[in-house]
C-alpha cells in the first residue's frame, strides 16, 4: 500500500483471487509512513498525546487505504465495499494504542460476501464499548486480519508482506538461508518473539489459539502470478500434527541484536529476592527475558536478568535507587550482548541439541554468558561481536541450508 501504483497491484491481486470464485475479505494497512507522521503530528500538539485522540489520529490512515483500494477494484469493474473496524462490528476492550479485540460481529460482511461483493476492512482498528475507536498497536492489521478470518472461518488467511515467507534465519546473515515452505504455530510464536520481524507475535497467537491456517507470502510478486503458483507459495503456518517432525529437529535460528545483561551482586539469599529485584523494574514498564540465580553462598547470592538494550539505562537507575532496601554489595552490566536461538518442535522427539548447540559454538570460541530453555527452542547470551559468527555456525551445524 505504499503508493496508488502499488495499491492498483493489490487491487488485480484480489480480483483474481475472486474471480476463480473465492468470497475475498481484504484488511490492508496505512499506506507507508502514514501512521508515523500522524503521531508525529499529534506529538507536535502535544508532547505525551491523549490516547484517546491518538487512536481518533491513528485510525485515519488505515480508512484512506480501505477507501482508495476500493475505489481501484470498482474502477476495475469488481463490486466491493470499504469499512471501518468499527462498521464491520469489531469490538475492542478500552485500552486506547494497545486495545485487543474482544468480539467480531460478521452480520454485515457475510450479507456482503453473500452478494458477491468484495470487502475492504481497516485493519489495526475497532471500537470499544463506549463506542471510542480505538487501535491494536503495532502490528495491528495482521492481528485485525487474523481476527476477521477467524471469525468467518475462512480457509485460510494470507499475509502478504516484504518478504516471500519465513527463513530459517535472517538471509541478511546467512546467504544459505532457506524459505520454510511449512512451519508450526508454536515454531513461528517463538521466532517471532526472539526477533523475527516477519509477522507480530500478537497474530501469531491469535492464529494458533483460533487454528487459523496462514500463509505469509511476498507483496512484491507479479499480482497476475498464476493462481495455483501463488496458492503454494510463501510459507503456510500449520498445525504440528500437519508437519513431520521427523524432517527436521530445528527449524530456524532466531537472533536479537539489542540484549542487555545486568548482574545483582552479593544480594541476601531470602525469600521473595526475585520479587523485590524484578517488582520495581516491572513497574518502571521494563520486560524481563532471561533471569538467573546462582546458588546462595554464606547467604548471599547474585541475580542476573536481560532486558532489552534500550531499557538498560533505566532498569540500572531503577536498581540503584534500590539498593538501600535490597542491600545487595553492586551492579554490573552489559549492553553488548546478544541473544541466539534454535527453535523447533523436533526438540521433543531428539536428544543431543543442546550438546550439539553448546559444542559448535565452543568450536567456534564462543562463551556462553546465559542458558534458557522451553520445549522447543534452546537460547543462549553471548557477545555480540560473536552473533553473526554463532548464527551462521548454529545454522551449518543443523544442516538447515537442505531442503
Known amino acids: 500500500m505504499g503508493s496508488t501504483d502499488r495499491i492498483k497491484n493489490v487491487a488485480a491481486r484480489v480480483a483474481k483471487w475472486h474471480d476463480a470464485g473465492h468470497q475475498i475479505v481484504v484488511v490492508p494497512s496505512a499506506m507507508s509512513g502514514e501512521t508515523n507522521r500522524l503521531i508525529g503530528l499529534a506529538k507536535e500538539i502535544m508532547e505525551q498525546p491523549d490516547p484517546r485522540e491518538l487512536d481518533m489520529i491513528a485510525s485515519t490512515g488505515e480508512q484512506v487505504s480501505v477507501g482508495l483500494l476500493a475505489m481501484a477494484l470498482l474502477a476495475i469493474g469488481k463490486d466491493a465495499v470499504s469499512y471501518t ?104 510464536l517463538e521466532l517471532a518473539s526472539l526477533g523475527s520481524k516477519v509477522l507480530q507475535t500478537r ?44 524432517q527436521a529437529v530445528i527449524s530456524g535460528i532466531a537472533f536479537t541484536r539489542d540484549e542487555a545483561k545486568i548482574t545483582v551482586l552479593g544480594v ?80 521433543r522427539s531428539h536428544v543431543g541439541v543442546a550438546s550439539q548447540m553448546f559444542r559448535t559454538l565452543a568450536e567456534e570460541g564462543i562463551n556462553i554468558m546465559m542458558i534458557s530453555t522451553s520445549e522447543i527452542k534452546i537460547s543462549v547470551l553471548i557477545d555480540e561481536k560473536y552473533m553473526e559468527l554463532a548464527v551462521r555456525a548454529l545454522h551449518k551445524a543443523f544442516d538447515l541450508e537442505k531442503a
Open 85 to 188: 473496524g468499527w462498521q464491520a462490528g469489531i469490538r475492542t476492550d478500552s485500552a486506547f494504542t494497545k486495545a485487543r479485540i474482544q468480539s467480531i460481529d460478521d452480520t454485515r460482511v457475510r450479507a456482503d460476501l453473500d452478494a458477491g461483493k468484495i470487502v475492504i476492512i481497516t485493519g489495526f482498528q475497532g471500537m470499544d464499548e463506549e463506542g471510542n475507536i480505538s487501535t491494536l498497536g503495532r502490528g495491528g492489521s495482521d492481528t485485525s486480519a487474523v481476527a476477521i478470518a477467524a471469525a468467518l472461518k475462512a480457509d485460510e488467511c494470507l499475509i502478504y508482506t516484504d518478504v516471500d515467507g519465513v527463513y530459517t534465519t535472517d538471509p541478511r546473515v546467512v546467504d544459505e538461508a532457506r524459505r520454510l515452505e511449512k512451519i508450526t504455530f508454536e515454531e513461528m
Open 203 to 246: 497474530s501469531v497467537e491469535f492464529a494458533g489459539n483460533y487454528q487459523v491456517p496462514t500463509r505469509v507470502l511476498s507483496s512484491l510478486t507479479n499480482p497476475l502470478m498464476p493462481l495455483e503458483e501463488e496458492a503454494k507459495s510463501g510459507t503456510l503456518i500449520s498445525f504440528e500434527e500437519e508437519t513431520n517432525m521427523e
Open 268 to 347: 541476601p539469599d531470602k525469600p521473595g529476592v526475585a520479587f523485590h529485584i524484578l517488582g520495581p523494574v516491572s513497574d518502571a514498564n521494563i520486560e524481563v527475558d532471561m533471569i538467573i540465580q546462582n546458588q546462595s553462598v554464606d547467604g548471599k547470592t547474585d541475580f542476573t536478568f536481560t532486558v532489552s538494550r534500550g531499557d538498560y539505562q533505566r532498569a540500572m537507575a531503577v536498581l540503584e535507587a534500590q539498593r538501600d532496601e535490597l542491600g545487595y554489595t553492586r551492579i554490573v552490566g552489559d549492553a553488548k550482548v546478544s541473544k541466539v536461538s534454535a527453535v523447533g518442535v523436533g526438540m
